[in-house]
Nanobody
Framework: VQLQASGGGLVQAGGSLRLSCVASGTIFSSSTLGWYRQAPGNQRELVASISSGGTTNYADSVKGRFTISRDNAKNTEYLQMNRLKPEDTAVYYC?????????WGQGTLVTVSS
C-alpha cells in the first residue's frame, strides 16, 4: 500500500488549501481514512477522519474550517482547509486504516503566515 500526499504550501492567514492523498495497492472503499498533523516540537495529532460509510470526525481546533472527503472511484482523500491560522502550520500526513493495518503517506508541509 502506498499513499501519496500533495497540496501543501505557503498561504496567508485566512486563506485556503486543499490537500489530496492518492492510495494504491488496497481496497480503498473499505478503509477508514484520516489526516494527521505534526508541528515542530509537538506530537502527531488527528485532524480529521472519515469512515468507509462516510462518517466524519474532526479535532475541535479545526471544526467548521476543515472538511475531509473521499472519492472512492479515484482512490483519493481530500482535506479542504479554509480560514487557515498560523497555528495550523505543520506537516500533514494522510493515513489509511484497514483492519489492524495502518499506512501513512509521506507528509506535506503547510505553512500559514500571519
Amino acid at each position: 500500500v502506498q499513499l501519496q500526499a500533495s497540496g501543501g504550501g505557503l498561504v496567508q492567514a485566512g486563506g485556503s488549501l486543499r490537500l489530496s492523498c492518492v492510495a494504491s495497492g488496497t481496497i480503498f472503499s473499505s478503509s477508514t481514512l484520516g489526516w494527521y498533523r505534526q508541528a515542530p516540537g509537538n506530537q502527531r495529532e488527528l485532524v480529521a477522519s472519515i469512515s468507509s460509510g462516510g462518517t466524519t470526525n474532526y479535532a475541535d481546533s479545526v471544526k467548521g474550517r476543515f472538511t475531509i472527503s473521499r472519492d472512492n472511484a479515484k482512490n483519493t482523500e481530500y482535506l479542504q482547509m479554509n480560514r487557515l491560522k498560523p497555528e495550523d502550520t505543520a506537516v500533514y500526513y494522510c493515513n489509511l486504516r484497514m483492519g489492524l493495518n495502518v499506512y501513512w503517506g509521506q507528509g506535506t508541509l503547510v505553512t500559514v503566515s500571519s
